[in-house]
């Protein structure tokens, strides 16, 4: 896998390139689902958090993604990518210590509980070329609800079943996105074989013609 950590970053920076609205448009209608059953203005302000947030971790995928290949130092992207990685989480821990006493709904930590849960599938997904930022992105923010559903005065039973199954799903899509980026690493090994067998046949008719004359 070594050989391919430069292969490997610029995917990952291309994913977060193609995908870069698609989580500030979740964002954006949660902000407004937010505004309309009551949270108030702190949804604005996370809003606006979070985006800024996601478009500072797009400005570094950005700009690897225009690096050429040669030039990347693995070590210093991969660390730049954890860190935005990391900052876009602190997004989500904000949004997971949100509180609303005047919602219009029962369940609001039921319903923050499901939107970390699509964002530890996305990123999953969409980040899985990258070691370690499922876990920089998505530990924080369920670390502080399941801190919010203890430190609650009257503990709900289907609030810690869905902060506990939050817990759970971390090692679950931990393991989704370690096969991904295994499935991603062999096709990189079959397109490195291919281009080197290429590269034989085009020595061998080189020989042969060269042979002939």
């Known amino acids: 896998q070594a050989v391919f950590d430069r292969e490997l970053l610029k995917l990952h920076a291309r994913a977060m390139v193609t995908t870069a609205m698609a989580i500030p448009l979740l964002v954006m209608v949660l902000t407004v689902a937010g505004l309309i059953i009551g949270v108030g203005i702190n949804m604005v302000v996370w809003a606006l ?16 993604d225009r690096t050429e290949l040669a030039d990347l130092k693995p070590e210093n992207v991969r660390r730049a990518f954890l860190i935005g990685h990391f900052v876009t989480g602190l997004g989500w821990a904000y949004f997971a210590w949100l509180d609303c006493q005047e919602c219009q709904v029962d369940q609001f930590v039921t319903l923050k509980a499901v939107m970390l849960l699509l964002v530890i599938a996305a990123t999953a997904i969409i980040a899985s070329g990258l070691n370690g930022a499922l876990t920089a992105t998505t ?12 430190l609650s005065p009257v503990l709900q039973p289907v609030d810690a079943i869905m902060a506990a199954l939050l817990v759970i799903a971390l090692p679950f899509f931990g393991y989704v996105a370690r096969h991904l980026q295994s499935s991603t690493v062999m096709l990189l090994s079959f397109r490195s074989e291919k281009d080197g067998l290429i590269a034989e046949l085009e020595t061998a008719k080189a020989m042969s013609d060269e042979a002939r004359r």
């Open 49 to 64: 958090v979070t985006t800024t947030c996601y478009a500072g971790l797009a400005y570094i995928a950005r700009k690897v």
């Open 139 to 150: 530990v924080l923010p369920v670390g502080v609800l399941a801190a919010a559903v203890a």
